[in-house]
Structures are given as C-alpha cells and as structure tokens.
C-alpha cells in the first residue's frame, strides 16, 4: 500500500518512514513524496487541522493516494494563542524564521519568566480520494527563554525548552527531539492507526 505525503521535503518523506518502520502492522505502507506536478495549496484555514486537511485533500486528489499532511506552529499563552497558524510567517516573510523568532522574543520582552508558558501543535490529517478523513492532535509544552540557545532544529526551536527539560529543542539530538516533539506524537499516533483507518475505507 502507498501512502503520498503532502510534502517535497525529503526529511519529512523519511521521518514519517522511520515511524511507520517501527510499527507492527504498518511496515507494508510505502510512503512517497508529492510529485513535482501536484498543485501547490494556499492555507487559508483558520486553525493546523483545517491547513492540514486542505494539504492532505489536494495531495489525494492529484495523485489518486492516500494522503497524509500536517500543519504545526506554536502557540503562545500570553499571546492568546498566537502566532499559531501565522508561526511560519509571523514577520511578515514565510519561512524567515530569524525574523520571526526576533519578532517573538520583542514582543515578550516584559513578560516575566512565570508567564512565557507556550506549545507546540501539530495536526496532522489523513485523506482518501473518495472522501473520508482524520485528523489527530500532538502538542509539546513548555516555555519560551529570553535568548536564543543551540544550533539545531528550526524556526522557534532556540527558544523553547519543554516541561521537565532543562534545554531548548535547538539543543536536543534529532532522536532526543522526535521522542517528545508535537510532530513526533502526532505523526505517531496517526500511522498506529493507519491500516485499521485504510482498512475500514477498502483503501
């Protein structure tokens, strides 16, 4: 059975593989990369399960798979909940994420260190080409520091560290990351369901 991720990022294509090897019953799926001729999708949902749904729909569609797609961001308590789905693109700029981490770090400036709780979110969605689909949650929480720490990882990662941690994500390994993170548990938690969901579907 092939499984086409709506991604042309190669690290997610052999993230979600790694996963899916671990598991019993889902070491028969075979994961693909969207093909370079899939139309690009605008996100204009208002929340990650709806981007993720809008990614994962137009993936099935254009290939006649099933698809999988996730959509994640960070949210902030004193914030309101923000950026959330604008975390990508909260300067201004998608994917200048020494720009919006700066931008995040300025408008907490005051926030005493008591109230800079924050989370990572992470949907991520399963459709058909004939219609059914689902949806599973994974969120990471911690909170934010005041500077940035580590090399590793992207985008907000230099400034968060994970309840019960004492480092931020940018200086975690890769395994140490994925153990905890929102992409990690909800991708996790979606591939232990896939073939029972293909199954139902006569996918």
């Known amino acids: 059975m092939r499984v086409v991720l709506a991604t042309r990022n190669a690290h997610k294509v052999g993230e979600?593989?790694?996963?899916?090897?671990?598991l019993d019953g889902a070491r028969d799926l075979e994961v693909v990369g969207l093909p370079d001729d899939a139309p690009?999708?605008?996100?204009d949902g208002v929340t990650f399960a709806e981007n993720a749904l809008l990614k994962a729909r137009s993936a099935a569609t254009a290939t006649g798979l099933p698809a999988i797609a996730d959509d994640s961001g960070i949210s902030v308590d004193v914030l309101g909940g923000a950026p959330g789905v604008f975390s990508a693109r909260w300067a201004g700029t998608h994917g200048d994420d020494?720009?919006?981490?700066?931008?995040?770090?300025?408008?907490l400036g005051d926030v005493p260190d008591a109230h800079r709780g924050a989370r990572f979110v992470c949907a991520a969605a399963l459709a058909l080409?004939?219609?059914?689909e689902h949806v599973v949650i994974g969120e990471m929480t911690g909170r934010l520091t005041r500077e940035p720490f580590g090399g590793g990882g992207f985008g907000y990662d230099p400034?968060?560290?994970?309840d019960g941690g004492r480092r931020?994500?940018?200086?975690?390994?890769?395994?140490?990351?994925?153990?905890?993170?929102?992409?990690g548990k909800a991708f996790r938690e979606l591939a232990a369901q896939l073939p029972e969901l293909l199954a139902a579907t006569g996918a």
Not at 16 to 21: E, N, P, S, T
Not at 98 to 107: G, I, M, T
Not at 159 to 162: L, Q, R, S
């Open 129 to 132: 080409p004939a219609g059914p």
């Open 159 to 162: 400034i968060f560290v994970a």
């Open 40 to 43: 690009d999708v605008v996100e």
């Open 16 to 22: 979600l593989r790694r996963i899916l090897g671990g």
């Open 98 to 107: 020494a720009a919006n981490l700066a931008l995040l770090l300025a408008q």
């Open 168 to 183: 931020t994500n940018a200086e975690l390994s890769a395994e140490e990351k994925d153990a905890i993170s929102h992409r």
